[in-house]
């Protein structure tokens, strides 16, 4: 129902600053279209794509790419879900955008805006691998719900429930304070010290995973594999 995954769109005051901060994790760049009128940069490390938009809205977004973006929405209507937004005009390009139970933004824009191709060959992060999206949700077996309704399937784990799409992992989970990129690791005192050389200093917390602040509000969990 909601097409492909694209990218996780974040609302970027700086974009260079914050395409460096990704870079020195060794994400890379793909080359972007002129879709959009503000500046815009795309970094992935292979698994988690980041779109960073010098434009104002409620970050992050979680997009999509649904072609006949006009056609999809009686059926999102269908399911009791309410937009926030509906640009479908025949000259414009077309998007719309709505929230889950949880508050988190989702979008669906009519084509993609970014090329699938990565500068200098498959990315290798810093980071790990990334394993999920985990966000705060009062009630996540509702939110998880939800994204089954819309096609995701869910994967459980024993933090709670997971649903997975291409490109994609969401983790709901009540009590967070903010959204988070979740990686894995194999040897987190290896991934402390790659971290160190590039003047990093992670944070440990409880269950001994570590926590790393990142641009634009984000934060990366790095814990180790599961």
């Known amino acids: 129902m909601l097409g492909h995954?694209?990218?996780?769109?974040?609302?970027?005051?700086?974009?260079?600053?914050?395409?460096?901060?990704?870079?020195?994790?060794?994400?890379?760049?793909?080359?972007?279209?002129?879709?959009?009128?503000?500046?815009?940069?795309?970094?992935?490390?292979?698994?988690?794509?980041?779109?960073?938009?010098?434009?104002?809205?409620?970050?992050?977004?979680?997009?999509?790419?649904?072609?006949?973006?006009?056609?999809?929405?009686?059926?999102?209507?269908a399911l009791g879900i309410e937009l926030d937004f509906a640009k479908t005009g025949a000259d414009e390009f077309n998007e719309a955008g709505f929230r889950d139970p949880a508050g988190q933004v989702v979008t669906l824009l009519e084509a993609r805006t970014w090329s699938p191709a990565f500068e200098g060959g498959p990315p290798a992060s810093l980071l790990g691998h990334f394993r999920e999206y985990r966000y705060p949700a009062p009630d996540p077996e509702a939110t998880a719900a939800f994204w089954e309704r819309l096609g995701l399937l869910p994967d459980p784990a024993e933090d709670g429930p997971r649903l997975v799409a291409g490109g994609i992992t969401l983790a709901p989970r009540a009590g967070l304070k903010g959204p988070e990129l979740v990686f894995e690791y194999a040897d987190l005192v290896q991934a402390t010290e790659a971290l160190a050389a590039r003047g990093l200093s992670p944070t440990r917390v409880t269950g001994g995973a570590l926590l790393l602040p990142a641009p634009d509000a984000l934060a990366i969990r790095i814990q180790p594999l599961s």
């Open 5 to 77: 995954f694209l990218e996780l769109s974040v609302w970027s005051r700086d974009v260079a600053t914050a395409a460096a901060s990704w870079e020195s994790l060794g994400f890379r760049h793909a080359a972007v279209g002129d879709t959009w009128r503000h500046r815009y940069a795309v970094l992935g490390d292979g698994r988690l794509v980041l779109g960073l938009h010098e434009y104002e809205f409620d970050s992050p977004s979680l997009t999509w790419v649904r072609p006949g973006v006009a056609e999809a929405l009686p059926a999102l209507a």
